[in-house]
């Protein structure tokens, strides 16, 4: 199984970035952390993009808030698909990351999730990977049967609730 790649730009992004990795960790998706700064570590970055491919990865998904310039920095030294997590800051709540996640040039996309969506990112990964190895969509198969069963249940509740109005 290819690897995911979890790579954020400062640690404080690691309680949103957490729950990539929780969700990588239940579908069993092998995967590396680290953080890099577009800006402070650009040479790391684009290295570790550069090299992504043949050390086993199949997906990078990239959190960084304000400028948010990570993903799309690791897509332009990668062909490897790119998932960008605009960060939530306190200046402007995120819409500047969400900006600067999903405004990329023709030729060098990044897929982006929606501010702090960490979990949709890796569920997203997860949906990559599936494409080449049936066990994991096996896996998003059976997950998605049980989010049907969940929301029937509770229209049947909601249906039972509404005979006794």
């Known amino acids: 199984m290819k690897k995911a790649a979890v790579i954020m730009g400062s ?8 729950k990539a990795m929780q969700v990588l960790k239940e579908y069993g998706v092998p ?3 680290h953080v890099y700064s577009a800006h402070r570590t ?3 970055a684009a290295d570790f993009a550069e090299k992504a491919e043949e050390n086993g990865f199949g997906v990078i998904i990239a959190g960084a808030g304000m400028a948010a310039a990570l993903a799309g ?13 605009p960060l939530k800051s306190a200046v402007l709540e ?14 060098i996309p990044v897929a982006a999730v929606a501010i ?5 990112a890796a569920y997203l990964a997860v ?18 049967q049980k989010m049907k069963e969940g929301v029937l249940a ?9 005979e006794n109005i």
């Open 42 to 44: 650009p040479a790391e």
């Open 154 to 162: 509770k229209d049947q509740a909601l249906q039972n609730e509404v």
């Open 11 to 18: 640690d404080s992004d690691l309680p949103v970035m957490k």
């Open 116 to 120: 702090d969506g960490a979990k949709n």
């Open 31 to 33: 995967f590396e952390a």
């Open 127 to 144: 949906e990559i990977l599936a494409v080449s190895d049936e066990d994991l969509a096996k896996k998003l198969k059976e997950e998605r």
């Open 73 to 85: 920095v690791l897509a332009g030294h990668t062909t490897l698909p790119v998932i960008g997590v």
């Open 94 to 107: 995120g819409t500047d990351a969400l900006l600067s996640t999903v405004m990329m040039p023709s030729g």
